[in-house]
């Protein structure tokens, strides 16, 4: 269950405030109407130290029993978040900082990107690493204030009612059935993916331990691979070594 809630906003000083509103407005509304313990709270960071400054806060308040969402209001790229003093991150370095915060909570960290292009995220993602977070929500293309507001006003209500975030995006969507708002659980998203390119390799298994070995940085038994008889135990064995290595438990 969702128990702390986090908003960062770093937006230039002609922007709306988009974060604070919505935190103002709904978050502290809603967990007081609904009488929920959850902790919430609000920060602008204008610069890239005071960012990272902040994540590295938010690490040393969080514990293992956490299943927490860290929301980012700021302008965003295919490359990049930028923040209110034009300053970059990368977004493979803000998964570094993200799976420090995944670990500490054991895979309970769902990342809400109020920035516009951030589904590019997870391009980037390093599948030989562990996993920096348990799920996203984002927007592919260009993020208006309005939509900030609308969409995520009515997510938070519920997700602050139910303290499910799938659930909770289930709602949402019927409600706002035409939003581009996508959430993305990254083990279902891995299945998905993965489990395409593993079939592809079934039919041979000595190419399946060459290239994924290093690929999902697992060790795979080429007596139990060569045991195997089906496309499907195949997918399963080297799905359940990648989970096994990547989702914090």
Known sequence: MVNKIYIIESLRTDDDLTGRELYKDVIERYVLFYKKDIHHNYSNAFSKIEFLSKLKEILS????EDEIIIHIEAHGGNEEIQFGN?????????????IEINLKCKN??????ATCHGMHIAEKIT?????????????????????????????????????????SYIEFC???????????D???????????QISRFSNHPSLVKSFFDNYL???????????????????????NLFFNRYLPK
Do not use: C
Request: hydrophobic content about 40%; charged content about 30%; proline content about 3%.
């Open 174 to 184: 019927k409600q706002r059935p035409k939003t581009q708002l996508r959430i993305k």
């Open 127 to 167: 599948l030989t690493r562990t996993a920096p977070y348990k799920s996203y929500i984002s927007a592919l293309r260009k993020l208006l204030p309005n939509e900030i507001i609308e969409d995520n006003s009515i997510f938070y209500k519920e997700i602050i009612e139910t303290q499910d975030v799938f659930k």
């Open 108 to 113: 309970k960290l769902h990342l809400n990107l």
């Open 217 to 239: 940085n697992i060790e795979i038994d080429n007596r139990q691979l060569n045991e195997l008889k089906t496309e499907n135990e195949i997918v399963e064995y080297v799905l």
């Open 86 to 98: 034009y300053e970059l991150l990368k977004w493979t370095e803000l998964e570094t900082h993200l």
């Open 186 to 196: 990254i083990e279902t998203a891995m299945k998905i993916i993965l489990g395409i």
């Open 61 to 64: 308040e969080i514990n293992d």
